[in-house]
């Protein structure tokens, strides 16, 4: 997936900017702590897994946004109306009813202590990734950043780590001997990795122009989309407490959406009337 995102972004800044990395203000080494904190979150998630219960997941999963509120006042000194901070605990008590009266887990896995800890670093660590690129493209200006350069910076960051990773724990002959012993999965690595690509491309350009709020928003509600997409193509029934969680989302998403679009009209009225007058 890296390899791939890395050959990508290298030809598009390539074409964009007329050279890979000579041109680019931001410097290589801004983009590792948001790769190595990345990297850390999905390890975590994938590490949580045979550790806590299928309802507890859910509510991690879906209860980034006020972590992600958190990590901006701490990275970037941002500050936010204590009504957004109810509008995200809304939210993601909606997803979280949602997802629990929605799916089943075949696995009856009990909760551990080990497993808690797991994702409080996903958590952490998936908080402080989207802050620190919403830094970057602030430090450095949105002007001089473009998504193509941010995705080459992480993911060339990544890379190094990964494989670092990989190294010293000795799985590189594992990963190897696996591929090898089921050569199909390259057909799937790929497929991954295109799909990949693209998603990155949506989210560095999604944090840029909207912020890493509107993201963790996004990526927080999009197991709804999904399961409703499930529900009408397999037939899949879904309960009143799920309808219940959905219009939760739905309503402060609408909400939000309502008040800023009356912000807007505010300060396009107040700006033509100064206009006016002027």
Request: charged fraction near 10%.
């Amino acid at each position: 997936n890296r390899f791939l995102a890395v050959i990508v972004a290298m030809i598009a800044v390539k074409i964009k900017h007329g050279a890979v990395f000579s041109h680019n203000v931001a410097p290589l080494w801004a983009f590792t702590p948001c790769a190595l904190s990345n990297t850390m979150s999905s390890w975590s998630q994938y590490a949580s897994l045979k550790y806590v219960s299928f309802p507890v997941q859910t509510v991690f999963k879906s209860s980034k946004i006020i972590p992600v509120m958190i990590m901006g006042k701490l990275l970037k000194g941002t500050t936010y109306p204590y009504g957004q901070y109810i509008e995200a605990l809304l939210i993601t008590v909606g997803v979280a009813i949602f997802s629990v009266a929605s799916k089943t887990s075949s696995r009856d896995t009990s909760t551990e202590i080990i497993g808690l800890v797991f994702l409080l670093m996903y958590i952490c660590f998936d908080s402080f990734t989207a802050q620190w690129q919403d830094k970057v493209y602030q430090q450095y200006g949105k002007k001089n950043v473009d998504p193509y350069q941010m995705m080459l910076g992480v993911n060339s960051s990544a890379i190094c780590i990964t494989t670092a990773g990989l190294i010293i724990t000795g799985d590189l002959p594992v990963v190897w001997e696996f591929i090898t012993a089921n050569p199909i999965v390259l057909r799937y690595n790929i497929i991954t990795a295109i799909t990949s690509a693209s998603g990155q491309l949506c989210i560095f350009y999604t944090i840029k122009e909207f912020g890493p709020i509107v993201f963790t928003i996004i990526m927080t509600t999009r197991q709804m989309f999904s399961i409703c997409i499930s529900s009408i193509v397999f037939g899949h029934p879904i309960s009143l407490k799920a309808f219940v969680g959905a219009a939760l989302v739905f309503s402060v998403i609408f909400y939000q959406i309502r008040r800023k679009y009356n912000a807007r009209m505010q300060r396009e009225g107040s700006g033509g009337g100064d206009s006016g007058q002027n």
